[in-house]
Structure formats: C-alpha cells, structure tokens
C-alpha cells in the first residue's frame, strides 16, 4: 500500500434516460439495465475486454435472485470477466457511496481504476411472501414425516397469499419518505409556490440540457427511451398549483405529485481512475474527486428530520477542506422532494441550526441559486433510488470539465435511515 | 436480408428447376474471409505490346502464391481459371483490340466460379494520339460487355494507369479487383495515377494502426463499414446520433470500436470529431462520411423541411466536418496523406423516382469527391466515393416486394449485394496501397441497369 493517498479522477459517465415506473422499462430487470449502462460506457471509452480494479454499484430495492446483482453485470458486459465486483447499498445515497469507495481505493493505490454505479427497478420490483405464509412453509419444509407436512400445510390461510408489497416508509415509524418530509417543510416553513417554482426550474434546465447536446455522452438510450420519461419541458408554476396535495395533511400540506420525485427506473455509472490510468488508456479525465463525508441524524426520536442529514455532512466536509459554502461553481443537491431541497438551503442560512445543531459560530450562509441543479435534478429526471448517485456525478464532473481547471461543484444526497452522502469534485483540463 | 430466391436456386431442387425453366440463376458470391487465398486457382495473363504493365501483375500473382498462366491466342487450359488480366496500355491502334479478343476469348471459356476480368488501360484524355484516345476509351465498351457476359459469380473492371502512376501503384487496386473484396463490383473503370504508393506489410491488416471515423455506424451499411475496418486493424471511432447510442453501442463493442454520439448536422460536429480522435492519436487517417437519411416524396411535393433535411445531413454537413478536420492546425483532424471517403448512391448517379432531395444530395457528394480530390491533392489526401446500388439492408427489405425484386436482379450479376460488399470498397479507397487512387466514384452495384 502506498504511504500517501493520490488524485482520482471521474473520466466520464453513462446512464440510460430514467423511465416512470411501470413504463417503457416495464420488463427490464436491475440487472439488465446496470449491463446495459456498463456496455455504453465501455463503448464510450473503449473498454472492451479491459480488466477494471473494480466495479461496485448496487440497488436500494433487489430481488433474493440479486445477491451479486454487480458481478453478474459485469460478466454479462463486454469488460474482462477478471473485473472483481461487489454490490453497495446505502439507500438513495447507493450511487454516490459506490463512487467515494472506489475513489478511495483508487486514492490508496489499491487499484488503478474503476466503475461506480447503481440501478433501481420499481416496476420489477420484487414481491415478497406474506410473512405468515412464510412462516407456514418453512414448518412444512422442516417437518420430519409426510403427515407432519400436511399438518403443517393444512394451516395456510386465504388472506395469506396475498403477496408483501415492497413499502416505502420507515421501519422505525412507520412514516412514508413523503409524510416524514411534510413535517420537516411544515417546519422550516417552506411554501407551495417556493417548491412549485423549484421544480419548473429542474424541468426547464433538464430540457434545455438536452437541447444544446449536453446529455450526448453521458446518455445512451434504451428500449426506445432517449430522454427521460418523466421530464415535462412545458411544465409552468400555473400547471403545477392546480395539484392537489399527497404528502401532510390540511390547510399547510404543500407536497403534491409535481414537488416530489416520482418512482422511476433506471441505471448509471460512472468511471473512475488514476491520472496514470486515464493517460495510458488515452482518456482526459474531466473532474478531480475531491473529497466526500457521510452523516446520520436521529430522526426516531424527533430531534431531526428524515432527510436533514446533508446540511451536517456538508458542514463537516467544508472544515476538513478549508472551504466555504460559497467556494462553489455548482451546486447539485438531489432533489428527492423539492422541499427537500428547500429545508436544506433554509437551514443552512438560519444561525440558530447552525449554532445548536452544527456548532458553527457563524451560519453556513446562502448559496447563488443561479448555481443550482442548473442542468436539472431528480424531480425532472426522476429518482432511480440508487443510480441518482451516478447521474450526478458524471453530470457535475462534466458541467466542471467545462467551466474550467480548478472549478469546483458540490454534490449533496440524502438517503433514507437519516442519512446524507455529499461530496466536492473539482474541475479538471 | 435474406435473398431466399439466390439460396432456392442453388438447392439440388430449386436448381433444377431454374435450369429447366430457364430462370436466372444468381450465384452465391465469393466473399472474404480473414487470411483467404486471392484467388481460387491459376490467372491468364496476357498483352498487346510490350504489355508493361504486366511485370508488377506477375509480382502481385507471384506473391499471393497464383499460378500464371501467359495467354496466347491458341492457348488451351487444362484447369479452370480463376482470372484474366489484359494489359492493353500500349494498345494504340484499333487494330490491336483484336489481339484482346483473340486472347481473351478462350480465356474466358474456362473461367470458373465468381472468375475474374481486369482490363488495364491508359488514360483515354491522357492521349495525344486521337486513334490512341479512341482505343483506350473502347476498352471501357469492352469491359462494360464483358460484365454483362460474365457468368457464375464472374466480374470484369478496368484499371487505368495514368501517366504519373508508379510502377507500385497498380498493385493495391489489382488486389481488390481479383479478390474476393471486390465481389459485387463489376463493369466499373477505376483510374490510377499520381501518389505516394508505400510498401504493404501484411495485406490481410492494411489499417493496421490507423485511426478511422465512420458516421452513422449504428446499423445497416454504416455498421458493416465499421466491421471491415476494424478486421483490416483500424481503430474505430463509430459516430451516430444519440438516439442510435445503444445500437451504436453494441457495434462498438463487438469490434473494440469507441462509441462517439452525436448529430453530424451539428454546428460544433467536426471539433467534436477532432477531440474524440486526439484521445486516442494526434492526428486522424480516415474520415468515411457515410451518414445519411432519405425523406422521399415526389418532387412536386417535397416540402421545405424534406429538402433541407437531407441535403443538410448528407451534404452539407460533409462540408461543416471537413471544414475543421482538413484545418491542419486542428488537434485530431486529418493527416496529411489522409483518406476521405464518402458514401454516394447510383440515385445520385441516375436519379430515382420520388429522390430528387437524396439524389442531390448524392450526385452533390460526386461533385464534391471531384473537386476536393484535386484540392487535396498536394496533401495527398485522397477522396473518393462509393455509390452502393441495392444493398441489401433493412431498409430496402421495406420496399414492396415487386419492387424490390426488379431492384435486386437487375444487374449483372442477379442479386443485390450485402452491405459488406460496401465496406470493402470504402476499406479499398482507404488504404495506404490505394495512395494513387482519388476522385473517384466506384459503383457497388453488381453493374446494375439502374443509373447506367
């Protein structure tokens, strides 16, 4: 092992536009589209029959079948069958976790070079046995004599066949993602109109993206999808107020169907490597992996919201490098719900999180808003849990390539469990 | 792209009964594999004259292990032949065109499947001798009929050396004719002259090493260009638009190929090329401009956007590309002694019904070949053309199947071709051995009625 860690850098990235649940990727399974975003970055950079460091990427939701769902991916690939792989999970955090433990192993000198990814299905999500049915055949399966079987048998029940839905709340309170994010906004006191306002903006930026070519190298189409499913360029704050609120309850509630992310399909990735590795593979590399910090809050017992872990990973990640919340060319924050966004910018300024919740002496401050998910985020892309990781690091690493050397972006992702992933990349020739 | 009739009437039934009703009966063509013998058995050689031509002929027969056989008119063969090359170069009489019947003649009685005829002539405008001009310029009658008179597979092609042709310079083009490259070429004259001819190292990899852009390498023709690149040891960049990115992917992988999407029509096109190529070397060798769309309506009724949008992706962005790429200055733009090869169509060369937009577009890309070629010239950059003729592809699988069938046998030799046979020719004009070839416009056609 090297004595001191070294540069890594993000080469470039690959993701198949991002598809609503139960729509044009009805059919493909995790493990079918992780391949099929593996195979357009190995033809995007000529990595056919390349033996990688790794390949780590996973899924937020996977079937029993998945187990290896990223090795898998990979020996159906055109990369080497020697390319070592390894399934990640970290909730929607998946894509960007993935990316900062390849990087660091490239930093270490562990490997050379390696492929960061994640991919969700909702539409062929798996479906498990009511628990008490479970519970049934597994006594018929251990039963020591045919007549102990079908005693055992003899108990299942009607209203057991009815299959266990894949849920999307919390273990611990039982809340959905959505409910738990109506009481963070209630709390910051985030408006409808700030929020509506919010997600015209990702749609708008997400289509003007695609307009002038942006996506050209770090989308490849799949099952006849070439943008994402979910982006609505027309979209105006008068089409978005006429949405009745789904997430809170009453007079306040302020979350509708247009300000969240929907459920969505689809996969990313993202390729990482030494400056060595790009140099003799002939590839420039586009962004400097910087640096990265996870937290976790305590929202059990109420003392902060689900999805309020970015602003103290982020606090955090700014004092180890010396930086300040404004040292920023970009900002991406993952818009899981555009509240949530909202609740983050808002407690960032306010000197009284800061102070009590951060112990900063003086708040992390405001952010140029004109720097913001300026391409567009998850409520125009949509929200595949684990390849939102993936889309946003190829997307900034670009947007950074572009601006110039030395550029710098901020990436910030809140996961499920009160978890937040955010991480700094900075521009590179 | 099956041709089923081709297939049934080589069957022991199908054969049969196209022999006894008298159908045509198209052949199934020869075609190459990766280290192929050149040719299937001995050649006939033979000359009016001194016939200097022949001396690299030899060479080129010697070198690829064919048994030559030197022609006379009383000559008899014991086997059959696989090929006939004529050096009519020195021909300055009419009189002389005899000494090609008389040779020849018997000759062709004993050629065998997918035989060969290559004629080698002078330059007709080259002359200053008009009963020399005149008999050089029978020689393209000759060869057009004997095309048309080849049985089995069989074609016939014209080789015109020019006055600054190198001695070397023929070989290249003498190889593809006889080989089974060049397998649904037939009845097309091809002119040799001026260029810097080097040595090849191993004819089975002539790109070895060389770095290749082909536009519109998601599928059909564009796809099989990309292939034979890339077994000729290319490095392929293989551009499409993005929507094509995951068929364009899937070529890519299956050669080694880089994937690069984007729309040619694009202002920004040509740098973006030029960046995609200085990753991997400092300077370009091919450009193979094959990209293209139809949009068919009768004249009268082709809209502004039907017209423009042709013209613009198969001709006008040709010009925006080579625009940055032919701008020495540009990191990743074509070298000095570069190819460009674009892909034209026999529309452009006769027209079609209901293609007055895509056959300007194409007879556009043969103006262009032209002048570019003399442009270039002191670059040595060559320009040439490929005008494929029925190619069959998923496209024209959708023609109506009357149509479709006069489109496929009407031509020398009963079929259409693969889009393989394409590829081959592109590859062809693409070679450090075709240095002597430019502004030329080869048909893929199997010498078809069509635009003749």
Same mark, same amino acid.
């Given at each position: 092992m090297s004595s001191s860690a070294r540069d890594v850098y993000v080469i470039g990235g690959n993701r198949i536009p991002f598809a609503r649940s139960g729509g044009k990727y009805l059919k493909a399974s995790n493990q079918d589209m992780l391949t099929a975003v593996i195979d357009g970055l190995v033809a995007r950079f000529s990595l056919n029959g390349e033996r990688l460091g790794e390949v780590a990427a996973g899924a937020v939701i996977k079937h029993a079948r998945d187990f290896n769902l990223t090795r898998e991916c #990979?020996?159906?690939?055109?990369?080497?069958?020697?390319?070592?792989?390894?399934d990640v999970q970290q909730a929607c955090g998946t894509g960007l976790q993935a990316v900062v433990q390849v990087a660091n192993k490239i930093a270490l000198g562990q490997i050379d070079s390696g492929i960061a990814g994640g991919t969700d299905t909702t539409s062929d999500a798996p479906l498990a046995v009511n628990d008490d049915l479970r519970k049934t055949l597994l006594k018929a399966n251990y039963a020591k004599s045919p007549a102990q079987r079908v005693q055992a048998l003899l108990?299942?029940?009607? =209203?057991? %066949?009815?299959?266990?839905?894949?849920k999307n709340s919390e273990p611990r309170t039982g809340l959905s993602m959505g409910e738990h994010m109506a009481i963070t906004a209630k709390e910051w006191g985030i408006t409808r109109e700030a929020q509506d306002e919010l997600a015209v903006a990702s749609h708008h930026n997400l289509a003007a993206a695609y307009d002038r070519g942006f996506f050209d190298d770090l989308v490849t189409p799949y099952l006849g999808l070439t943008k994402d499913q979910n982006l609505r360029p027309d979209s105006s704050v008068e089409k978005l107020a006429t949405l009745k609120p789904v997430f809170g309850k009453g007079e306040g509630a302020t979350m509708t169907a @247009? =300000?969240?992310?929907?459920?969505?399909? @689809?996969?990313?990735? #993202? %390729? %990482?490597?030494?400056?060595?590795? *790009?140099?003799?593979?002939?590839? *420039?590399?586009?962004a400097r992996f910087v640096d990265a910090e996870t937290a976790a809050v305590d929202y059990v017992h109420g003392n902060e919201g689900l999805l309020m872990a970015p602003p103290y990973a982020i606090a955090r990640l700014l004092e180890r490098n010396n930086l300040t919340l404004q040292d920023f060319d970009y900002y991406e924050i993952h818009e899981a719900f555009a509240?949530? #966004?909202l609740c983050h910018l808002a407690a960032m300024e306010d000197a009284e999180f800061c102070k009590t919740k951060l112990g900063l002496d003086t708040p992390l401050g405001s952010i140029d808003r004109a720097k913001l998910n300026v391409n567009g985020s998850s409520l125009a892309a949509g929200h595949p849990f684990a390849a939102t990781g993936g889309r946003i690091v190829a997307l900034l690493a670009k947007m950074l390539h572009e601006k110039g050397e030395g550029s710098r972006g901020l990436i910030s992702i809140c996961a499920a469990g009160g978890q937040g992933v955010v991480a700094i990349l900075e521009g590179s020739k | 792209m099956t041709d089923g009739y081709t297939k049934f009437v080589n069957g022991g039934f199908g054969k049969k009964i196209a022999g006894t009703v008298g159908l045509p009966q198209p052949t199934v063509l020869r075609r190459y594999k990766v280290g192929q013998d050149l040719l299937e058995g001995p050649a006939a050689i033979a000359g009016v004259g001194e016939a200097p031509a022949l001396e690299v002929v030899r060479k080129v027969l010697a070198d690829s292990g064919v048994s030559v056989v030197e022609a006379q008119a009383d000559s008899?063969?014991?086997?059959?032949l696989s090929a006939i090359v004529f050096d009519a170069t020195a021909a300055r009489t009419i009189d002389e065109l005899q000494q090609l019947r008389a040779t020849v003649g018997p000759a062709m009685k004993s050629l065998g499947k997918n035989g060969r005829i290559i004629v080698l002539s002078a330059v007709p405008a080259q002359e200053t001798d008009v009963e020399a001009a005149a008999t050089q310029q029978a020689l393209e009658g000759i060869t057009r009929s004997l095309g048309k008179e080849m049985r089995a597979g069989g074609t016939a092609n014209l080789l015109r050396i020019g006055e600054q042709a190198s001695d070397d310079a023929l070989a290249g083009p003498l190889r593809f004719f006889l080989s089974a490259r060049s397998a649904y070429v037939s009845g097309q004259p091809v002119t040799i002259d001026a260029g810097d001819v080097p040595t090849v190292e191993d004819v089975h990899v002539p790109l070895a090493g060389e770095v290749a852009v082909i536009t519109g390498a998601a599928r059909g023709i564009g796809a099989e260009i990309a292939k034979v690149f890339a077994r000729a040891g290319a490095k392929v960049i293989a551009v499409d638009i993005p929507a094509a990115g995951d068929s364009l992917a899937k070529v890519a992988n299956s050669i080694g190929a880089t994937a690069l999407q984007l729309d040619i029509t694009s202002p920004d096109a040509g740098e973006r090329i030029a960046k995609a190529v200085a990753q991997h070397a400092d300077k370009l060798d091919i450009i193979v401009h094959n990209a293209g769309i139809t949009r068919d309506k009768l004249f009268v009724n082709t809209d502004e956007a039907r017209w423009g949008s042709v013209l613009d992706v198969n001709l006008q962005s040709q010009f925006r590309m080579n625009k940055v790429l032919l701008d020495p200055s540009v990191k990743g733009g074509l070298k000095d002694g570069g190819r460009i090869v674009s892909v034209a169509s026999i529309s452009g060369i006769g027209g079609n019904r209901g293609q007055s937009n895509y056959a300007a577009s194409k007879a556009g890309v043969i103006g262009m070949v032209r002048q570019l070629s003399q442009e270039l010239a002191d670059r040595k950059i060559t320009v040439n053309a490929v005008a494929p003729g029925f190619i069959e592809t998923e496209m024209t699988a959708k023609i109506p199947m009357g149509t479709r069938e006069v489109g496929r046998r009407l031509n020398s030799l009963l079929q259409g071709g693969q889009p393989v046979d394409v590829g081959e020719a592109i590859a062809f004009f693409a070679e450090p051995s075709s240095a002597a070839v430019t502004g030329q416009v080869l048909r893929v056609c199997g010498q078809s009625q069509l635009g003749a």
């Open positions: #990979v020996l159906g690939s055109h990369l080497d069958p020697t390319t070592p792989a390894y108990k299942v029940r009607p =209203n057991q %066949l009815a299959p266990e839905q894949p @247009g =300000n969240s992310t929907p459920l969505t399909d @689809g996969a990313s990735a #993202v %390729l %990482l490597g030494s400056q060595e590795w *790009a140099h003799d593979h002939g590839l *420039a590399p586009l509240s949530t #966004v | 008899t063969y014991d086997s059959k």
